[in-house]
């Protein structure tokens, strides 16, 4: 829908038993300088007064947008099916997906619009973002951590290159990415990778040769301090096995047949760290102990990877 030359643009909020954050974020949303919003909440089975919050946000204010709405199912389906189920609701030219624990800065809607006239044929734009933690007294403190100018400079080249790049890199873009809605549609996100929809959903525009180009501003605060349950499981266990499990499974599928055997240094790294894995869930049963602790960090230090690593950097 154009509304005087504007552009609808529907922001999707994903959330998962976000009750402690969410209305910060759709307060974020509402603060918006730019006023043809969409606005879809879309809740992934919670477990705690998530919707019912929504819901009431929701009448409050769905007067200042063009659309306001919240889609909810029963049981946990998993982050790349909750984007999809948001993708199937957005009636906007573009979209812009945020976690319901991150904030959007008052003018990221209007800046993406302002770059996309300048850079017409951009289907998928992502840009700086700041990390920030809830300080104690519930204001937001906004830490010195962002994307590092250097690798932005590397992912300015041609889709081929910045394959390689997003995949050897590893740098997160996910929280400030803004897309055209038919574009995302036409490829969705991989709902067997149930605890991460970001990188199989980057790798495979970029194969397919769709550029992501880059917006030079702060557009989005991205949370760095987790829930008390996450930070506890962390204390507890070295690795988020499901996850783990997940992003290997990618890798075999999607990752490995793009490098031929001869990239040493490549099957070096992946091996390594599949051995480090198994290692830890089999041996040290992901248990974080003081001695537990001393063995890992071992078999981290005769780790092939960082030994080539050390030992290059040493005589470079």
């Not at 947008?65 to 189920?85: D, H, L, M, S, Y």
């Not at 480090?276 to 960090?297: A, C, D, E, G, S």
């Not at 981290?300 to 040493?314: D, R, S, T, V």
């Amino acid at each position: 829908m154009i509304v005087e030359g504007r552009p609808l643009v529907t922001v999707g909020v994903l959330a998962y038993n976000s009750a402690a954050t969410i209305l910060d974020t759709l307060d974020s949303v509402l603060a918006q300088t730019y006023n043809n919003i969409e606005l879809i909440i879309s809740d992934d089975g919670s477990d705690d007064s998530t919707v019912e919050s929504v819901k009431q946000w929701i009448v409050a204010h769905k007067n200042e947008f063009t659309i306001a709405k919240v889609i909810a199912v029963e049981k946990n389906t998993g982050i790349p099916a909750n984007c999809n189920r948001l993708l199937s609701e957005a009636h906007g030219v573009w979209i812009k997906i945020i976690a319901g624990d991150d904030l959007l800065l008052p003018n990221c809607i209007y800046d993406f619009l302002k770059f996309i006239k300048q850079k017409p044929e951009a289907k998928v734009v992502y840009s700086n973002y700041r990390s920030f933690i809830s300080a104690s007294d519930g204001s937001v403190q906004v830490l010195d951590e962002k994307l590092d100018d250097k690798i932005n400079m590397q992912f300015d080249a041609d889709a081929h290159t910045q394959l390689y790049t997003y995949i050897e890199k590893g740098f997160n873009i996910s929280p400030s990415v803004f897309m055209n809605v038919e574009f995302a549609k036409s490829f969705g996100f991989i709902e067997k990778y149930k605890v991460f929809e970001d990188t199989p959903f980057y790798v495979r525009i970029l194969k397919n040769g769709t550029k992501i180009y880059h917006l030079n501003k702060d557009t989005v605060l991205y949370r760095s301090d987790g829930d008390s349950v996450t930070r506890e499981r962390n204390r507890k266990h070295f690795y988020k096995k499901t996850f783990v499990e997940n992003y290997l499974l990618f890798r075999r599928e999607m990752i490995y047949p793009l490098y031929p055997w001869y990239k040493i240094v490549f099957w070096i790294k992946e091996l390594s760290f599949i051995v480090q894995y198994k290692l830890t869930i089999h041996v040290l049963h992901n248990k974080r102990t003081p001695i537990n602790n001393m063995i890992y960090n071992m078999f981290k230090a005769l780790n092939p990877y960082y030994l080539i690593k050390f030992f290059i950097g040493k005589i470079c």
